[in-house]
């Protein structure tokens, strides 16, 4: 039996392994330039856009509140290098949001040696929705729909316990004169005022009684106030419930 040996060429096996790692090499080079994140410089728009967010993720206002978040303008003479990483942005304090604040917006750069950073100021408005007078409203007034109106007011404005739906002042009377365009307090009315015949009403889980009174005193709604029963002349402590009502606990 005959055994064939053949000759193996080493040198063209050297080539061939150096050809797959220089292919190897160069696929691993385009991969890496497309996989990078070239560096950039932030639109500025966008860095003021980026600064807005973040005031309002800790903004807390009530669904009825009219919010206006205003970023301050970038100077279009600042310098602004590219940026190899995103964009960051935080709060400079760890206080509550006020009308002003201050955001740090910063990147890394490959033009620096440091991290590129700028400090922006976002001023918050929060206004608030509030009844008003359409008109110059008089003691001893009725109050209706047609003499009010409700507007938004600065937060800053609003002083002291007002109303929000002119609904919640229907009917009710001015204990004191309100200029046109002046917000109506709760010191400035009364649900009942003293002298006014009033419902009372005394309820329980089974039954409901229903008489009538005078009020001795004014009152606002959820406040306890003294009433005669017209019928017996006792005095009762009862807690007025709408306008021209008031409810004895049992």
Known sequence: ?????????????????????????????????TLAQPAVVPDISAIQALAKETVAKKLEAPASANVTITPQTIDSRI????????????????????????????????DLDYPWQIYLSVRVDISYPVVVAKETLAPGELLSAAQLEVRYIDQYSVNGEQFSNVDQLIGTRLKR??????????????????????????????????????????????????????????????????????????
């Open 79 to 110: 310098l602004i290098p590219r940026c190899a990483s995103p964009v960051r942005a935080e709060l400079a304090s760890d206080r509550e949001i006020s009308r002003n604040n201050t955001v740090k917006i910063s990147c890394d750069s490959p």
């Open 1 to 33: 039996m005959k055994y064939t040996c053949k000759s193996v060429n080493y040198t063209t096996l050297y080539m061939m392994k150096l050809n797959l790692a220089y292919i190897f090499l160069a696929i691993l080079a385009f991969s890496s330039k």
């Open 177 to 250: 004169r309100v200029s046109k365009d002046y917000p109506i307090f709760v010191s400035n009315i009364c649900f009942v005022c003293k002298g006014d015949s009033v419902s009372i009403i005394a309820k329980t889980a089974q039954f409901q009684i229903k008489t009538v009174g005078v009020a001795e005193e004014d009152g606002n709604l959820g406040e306890q106030i003294r009433v005669k029963n017209a019928q017996s002349n006792k005095m009762i402590e009862a807690v007025v419930t709408h306008v021209g009502e008031v409810r004895v606990n049992m």
